[in-house]
């Protein structure tokens, strides 16, 4: 059993974000990730938070070292969120999608600050500034929620439609969304553990594909390999090696296994790898050459005699019987 080609036409290759050359904190270009979100509505959040900060500073009159140290914490997090898309997305992945690593950080620095503000008393604010900070603070907060309300309600709505939330556009698409049905139902069940089969119960078995959520993890050491855990520092697989230095490195890892997923919706092209080659970020390029390394490797050993013998394959996934 495989994946029906003909009644998904989703692929991967729809998954590739826009670039941005540099970030641009007040573009109000709309970015991949998020519902209809631009650097605009974060950076005004950031804007927004050390506004009020200052503000509440300003009009204490004793200070409270609690309060000065969740006030801290919370500034803290907002210059952490410049500091990561100005400096550290360009090391990684890029500034579109650094937003999906520093924005939950912006979220912990607004509860922090909401506890500052609420940690000091009412006698301990100048009470001709006391005013001045509650609308400044309400203001503030508002115009952040309307900022981000559409947002929000789109994220709802498609939950409701869709059954999911996730926020890259492609996967709005209703044949991501039958390919899900497909892949975290039974028949996906059966798919995936119909290949496990192949392999002896009780054996280590290392595994590449995108459904490995359904395979039976009690019947088999599973061995979970995907293309960003291939850029861990720690590995230390011989991806520029001959073919009989990576398969002693797997015997050496007590796996004579692989259940290799190659074809098939969720599977990335070779032209998919060779466009990410070229990215302007060097996290997405390792990651890229890393993905096709270990494939070709994959694909090397189950064709070439001598390294493996095929016990299992159904057109999109492939288990293989290291020698």
Same mark, same amino acid.
């Given at each position: 059993?495989?994946?029906?080609?003909?009644?998904?036409?989703?692929?991967?290759?729809?998954?590739?974000?826009?670039?941005?050359?540099?970030?641009?904190? @007040?573009?109000?270009?709309?970015?991949?990730?998020?519902?209809?979100?631009?650097?605009?509505? @974060?950076?005004? !959040?950031?804007?927004?938070?050390? /506004?009020?900060?200052?503000? *509440? &500073?300003?009009?204490?009159?004793?200070?409270?070292?609690?309060?000065?140290?969740?006030?801290?914490? *919370?500034?803290?997090? &907002?210059?952490?969120?410049?500091?990561?898309?100005?400096?550290?997305?360009?090391?990684?992945?890029?500034?579109?999608?650094?937003?999906?690593?520093?924005?939950?950080?912006?979220?912990?620095?607004?509860?922090? !600050?909401?506890?500052?503000?609420?940690?000091?008393?009412?006698? $301990?604010?100048?009470?001709?500034?006391?005013?001045? %900070?509650?609308?400044?603070?309400?203001?503030?907060?508002?115009?952040?929620?309307?900022?981000?309300?559409?947002?929000?309600? &789109?994220?709802?709505?498609?939950?409701? +439609?869709?059954?999911?939330?996730?926020?890259?556009? /492609?996967?709005?698409?209703?044949?991501?969304?039958?390919?899900?049905?497909?892949?975290?139902?039974? +028949?996906? +069940?059966?798919?995936?553990?119909?290949?496990?089969?192949?392999?002896? &119960?009780?054996?280590?078995?290392?595994?590449?594909?995108?459904?490995?959520?359904? %395979? $039976?993890? *009690?019947?088999? $050491?599973?061995?979970?390999?995907?293309?960003?855990?291939?850029?861990?520092?720690?590995?230390? !697989?011989?991806?520029?090696?001959?073919?009989?230095?990576?398969?002693?490195? %797997?015997?050496?890892?007590?796996?004579?296994?692989?259940?290799?997923?190659?074809?098939?919706?969720?599977?990335?092209?070779?032209?998919?790898?060779? !466009?990410?080659?070229?990215?302007?970020?060097?996290?997405? +390029?390792?990651?890229?050459?890393?993905?096709?390394?270990?494939?070709?490797?994959?694909?090397?050993?189950?064709? /070439?005699?001598?390294? *493996?013998?095929?016990?299992?394959?159904?057109?999109?996934?492939?288990?293989?019987?290291?020698?």
């Amino acid at each position: 059993m495989s994946v029906p080609e003909t009644e998904f036409m989703f692929s991967s290759e729809l998954h590739s974000a826009p670039i941005l050359p540099a970030w641009q904190p @007040f573009s109000t270009e709309i970015l991949f990730y998020g519902f209809n979100v631009t650097n605009m509505h @974060f950076s005004f !959040f950031v804007l927004a938070l050390i /506004t009020v900060s200052c503000v *509440a &500073a300003y009009s204490v009159r004793k200070p409270n070292p609690k309060s000065w140290m969740l006030l801290s914490a *919370a500034l803290s997090l &907002a210059i952490f969120y410049i500091i990561g898309m100005w400096i550290l997305a360009p090391m990684m992945s890029g500034h579109n999608a650094g937003v999906r690593y520093v924005g939950p950080v912006l979220i912990a620095g607004c509860a922090l !600050f909401a506890a500052a503000v609420g940690s000091w008393e009412h006698g $301990n604010l100048k009470h001709a500034r006391e005013t001045i %900070l509650r609308w400044v603070t309400i203001i503030a907060g508002c115009s952040v929620l309307v900022a981000f309300a559409p947002s929000v309600l &789109a994220r709802y709505e498609q939950a409701w +439609r869709l059954g999911h939330a996730l926020a890259i556009p /492609t996967l709005k698409h209703r044949d991501y969304v039958h390919y899900c049905d497909f892949v975290m139902g039974p +028949r996906g +069940r059966r798919w995936v553990q119909g290949a496990q089969a192949a392999i002896p &119960a009780g054996e280590t078995a290392l595994v590449w594909t995108k459904a490995s959520f359904q %395979l $039976n993890y *009690a019947r088999n $050491n599973i061995v979970d390999v995907d293309p960003a855990g291939l850029t861990s520092p720690g590995l230390d !697989f011989p991806f520029a090696s001959e073919l009989d230095a990576g398969v002693e490195y %797997l015997k050496s890892q007590g796996t004579s296994n692989v259940l290799w997923q190659y074809a098939g919706p969720a599977v990335r092209s070779r032209k998919a790898m060779q !466009f990410a080659l070229k990215n302007d970020f060097p996290r997405r +390029r390792i990651i890229a050459l890393r993905h096709q390394q270990f494939v070709s490797f994959l694909s090397k050993i189950s064709t /070439t005699d001598g390294y *493996a013998d095929v016990i299992y394959d159904d057109g999109q996934i492939r288990v293989l019987r290291i020698k």
